[in-house]
């Protein structure tokens, strides 16, 4: 015996790496659950208590642009919780009356932390994420030998690594049954299809062409899904499910596919999602950032309104004929023009070209999606006057108004301030005081709008003239 272990103590070292070698098999990424519930139950929230009007709809959309984006629309939140209103013979912060929060990239963990813990934003998001170097902790974890061993795994990508990390200091294991707290707006993060190229949100109503449950689908991954900078993090692999639960697809796909002439952009549409059902040629989905498909957030719910062919039908489904006010509320924290490139007579770094070469088309896409948005709501408020006021009249049926306020970080009215702030690096990691800086922009861009001063005349507000004063006048 003594002998054997002689042999033995000696074979252990060899032994201990052949089992670290073996290790990467077992590092893989948490499967996405079968669905439980029958194909077409999309509002997880719908059993959830709230006190908002029926009357108001509040949606927020928060951009991309990592730790920048989140500070941002976190200043955006702040403001929001500050304003009050008078509407409906009550008096409500506006914050309170917020329905949908759809977001992208660094905007989801403003986003899903709001979702989630609701008021505790307030205290715990800031040296929770936003004063935290995170971009630091993610750098340790990857120089980390262990993490290279669970790294080697063909099922375990850097974006895993980063899930993890998110669900250690924000999220503790939360899924999105967890955002169905009384109270909650609904939260839609988005990321992108990386063969399709476009947005994929995380709404049950996506998660029913896959046959999944998003009710236990972790929020960590979601974010880190929306946030999967190509190059620098892994796509996030879902697996499909479809064909296992009876899925059917809505009424729109079934008559683009049999009259692919009348939109040639609802039949596109409509071939993109039919792939979600072919599971011998797509058994398995790979998100990257949603800021590919869409930087503002926006694009989701537009783009399924006007396939649905307006906005009415979306209206008697959820029982919200009574609706008087629609916000939009887009919170842009996309950076500005790099000038100093056009002082360079000669070749420039290859990191200044693929800024470019990624900046350029998402702002131009940016500003054509919010051009898209302003042609519909129009569009959208005759709809609804006809629908209620066509066959018999009665009175107030004409009463539907459409806002859109747009918080952008290029409409801070100090020039050296604007350069600075939107001349912030895409990461996530900033000094405390930016962080701050951006936040008081954040309250003082809106503030200083006048599509939000016109809002607020609506619902019967204060004037944010005595706000607090803020760095950005």
């Known amino acids: 015996m003594e002998m054997w272990n002689r042999c033995m103590g000696r074979w252990k070292p060899v032994a201990l790496i052949l089992l670290e070698l073996a ?29 908002r009007s029926d009357s108001l709809q509040v949606i927020l959309t928060f951009s991309g642009g990592g730790t920048r984006a989140a500070a941002f629309s976190y200043g955006v939140l702040e403001a929001l919780r500050d304003t009050e209103i ?42 929770a994420f936003l004063k935290r170097d995170v971009q630091g902790s993610l750098t340790r974890r990857l120089l980390n030998p262990w993490n290279w061993i669970r790294l080697g795994s063909p099922l375990y990508g850097k974006s895993e690594l980063a899930a993890d990390l998110y669900d250690r200091l924000l999220f ?37 062409w896959i046959c999944s449950d998003l009710s236990r689908f972790s929020v960590a991954r979601a974010v880190a899904a929306s946030s999967a900078v190509p190059v620098l993090f892994s796509p996030v692999a879902l697996h499909n499910h479809a064909g296992t639960c009876g899925f059917t697809p809505p009424a729109w796909v079934t008559e683009a596919l049999e009259n ?25 989905l ?33 029982g919200l004929n009574s609706i008087r006010q629609v916000v939009f509320i887009v919170v842009n924290a996309e950076p500005g ?48 006057i006809q629908q209620r006021c066509g066959a018999r009249p009665e009175p107030g049926c004409a009463e539907i108004d459409f806002h859109l306020v747009e918080v952008n970080l290029g409409s801070i009215s100090d020039p050296a301030e604007r350069a600075r702030l939107q001349g912030l690096p895409t990461s996530f990691r900033l000094p405390a005081q930016d962080v701050d800086a951006l936040r008081l922009a954040a309250r003082s861009v809106l503030e200083h709008s006048p599509a939000y001063r016109q809002l607020l005349h609506a619902l019967g507000g204060a004037s944010p003239a005595g706000s607090r004063r803020t760095s950005t006048p």
Not at 101 to 125: C, M, P
Not at 275 to 281: E, F, G, I, M, P
């Open 23 to 51: 290790l990467p098999a077992c590092s893989v990424y948490p499967v996405n659950s079968p669905a439980t519930h029958p194909p077409g139950e999309e509002n997880l929230y719908e059993e959830s208590s709230h006190d």
């Open 86 to 127: 008078q509407w409906e013979g009550r008096r409500r912060r506006l914050l309170d009356e917020v329905d949908l929060i759809s977001s992208v990239s660094g905007g989801s963990f403003t986003a899903a932390y709001y979702g989630l813990y609701g008021e505790r934003i307030f205290t715990d998001f800031e040296p």
């Open 172 to 208: 503790q294991g939360a899924t999105f049954a967890d955002m169905n707290r009384p109270g909650a707006p609904r939260v839609r993060i988005n990321a992108t299809d990386m063969t399709l190229g476009t947005g994929f949100s995380f709404t049950q109503g996506q998660f029913d």
């Open 260 to 284: 692919p002439g009348i939109s040639a952009r609802r039949y596109r549409q409509a071939r993109w999602q039919v792939s979600y059902l072919d599971t011998a040629q797509r058994p398995y």
């Open 286 to 318: 790979h998100l990257l950032d949603g800021g590919l498909a869409d930087n503002l957030g926006v694009r989701g719910a537009l783009d399924q309104l006007i396939l649905e062919g307006g906005i009415w039908g979306r209206m008697q489904r959820e």
């Open 337 to 384: 023009l790099d000038l100093r490139w056009d002082r360079n007579p000669g070749d420039l770094a290859l990191s200044s070209i693929v800024n470019s070469a990624t900046t350029v088309p998402i702002n131009r896409y940016s500003f054509e999606t919010l051009e898209l948005l302003r042609s519909h709501m129009e569009l959208w408020r005759r709809e609804v």
